[in-house]
């Protein structure tokens, strides 16, 4: 049976990032004991589950950063052969009730956003599941820059909220933060405030990072992503 691996401080964690890079799915699953499914179409977050059992991330689903203790949240990130990610990133369910005096200081986004240890993962469908490989970890905190753009995106998105314009809200809004609806199907509901300050009911949304802005954090890494 495999020791488990709790990181008591940010070196330690950044180290066994570090160690696991250029490993495959397959080695890593065999060293915990995780059996490899064929394909992620039934277990849409296993490889995301995988790294965070061998890092030691301890949130499991709780609305706290994964690694509570060190105020460090992990992200896998899937690329694609160039090195660039292959889909958004969630962040966090977007509240569509009960926002007055909500502000970006004390945000759920910003909280999870503060600092983020990014795990590149090989997503190409091609590569088989077992074969994918692990990238270069990357401890990340936005720059002003970011941070200010990150705001700007958030304020904006939560101001349709509250105006009762959450339906007209699509993933186009927002320079680095989108919201989308996230749900399994289309048949999950929850209320929100309509046009004429009504409540309604609509698919739950869900703050995602686009693509562009994951882009940028894994290009300013000095190492390659995926160790060849």
Known sequence: MTTIFFPTNKQQLLNRAQLVAGYTFGEIA????????????????????????????????????????LGIELKTIP???????????????????????????????????SKVLWIPIEGERTIPLADRKVGYPILWTPTNEQEQQLKQDWQELMDMIAL????????????????????????????????NGQIIL???????????????ILQNSTHSVIQK
Not at 47 to 59: C, P, Q, R, S
Not at 80 to 95: M, N, R
């Open 164 to 195: 009762g314009q959450v339906e007209k809200i699509t993933a186009r809004y927002g320079t680095y933060l989108q919201i989308r609806p996230k749900a399994a199907n289309g048949k999950a509901l929850t209320e929100a405030i309509g046009e």
């Open 202 to 216: 609509t698919r739950p949304r869900g703050f995602y990072l686009k693509k562009s802005f994951t882009l940028q």
């Open 30 to 69: 065999h060293y915990l004991d995780i059996p490899v499914p064929n394909n992620l179409n039934k277990q849409k977050g296993w490889a995301g589950n995988l790294i965070e059992t061998f890092l030691g991330a301890n949130a499991g689903s709780k609305a706290e950063r994964d690694f509570a203790n």
């Open 79 to 113: 690329i694609d052969k160039q090195g660039k990610p292959l889909e958004t990133t969630f962040v966090s369910v977007a509240p569509l009730m009960a926002n007055h005096g909500v502000i970006w200081e004390t945000s759920h986004v910003k909280y999870k956003l």
